[in-house]
């Protein structure tokens, strides 16, 4: 059973979190079932990029990303090559760790949060 290491944020979760998930899962929802309440606007229809996350260990594990989710990776807010929206996310085989940015983009309203 892979682990799901999220790595320390001040606002989602400040001392960091090691969950079980199982291949297969949604990281979003592997992500809320702990506690740690990522942001997700569009309700997880990759139509924003509120629950952008960088995979520091573990990407290639993940599923591939759609064209649709690299076109709205591109307006998220400090994108970086290992970049993926959460909720588009499958959990594969391999222990992920997993980076909150400090900021993002809610592009449904158009403001920072």
């Known amino acids: 059973m892979p682990k799901v290491i999220f790595l320390p944020n001040e606002e989602f979760c400040p001392e960091g979190m090691v969950v079980d998930a199982a291949a297969g899962d949604n990281l979003l929802e592997v992500a809320h079932n702990a ?6 606007a569009c309700d997880g229809s990759c139509a924003c ?3 952008h996350v960088i995979i520091r ?12 989710e690299e076109d709205m990776l591109d307006k998220a807010w400090g994108l970086e090559m290992d970049s993926r929206l959460s909720c588009q996310c499958i959990v594969g085989d391999e222990d992920l760790v997993v980076e909150i940015p400090k900021y993002n983009l809610n592009h449904a309203n158009e403001a920072a949060h």
Do not use: A, M
Request: hydrophobic share 20%; glycine share 10%; proline share 0%.
């Open 57 to 68: 260990e573990g990407f290639d594990s993940l599923n591939e990303t759609s064209d649709q």
């Open 35 to 40: 506690g740690v309440e990522i942001h997700h």
């Open 49 to 51: 990029t509120t629950c």
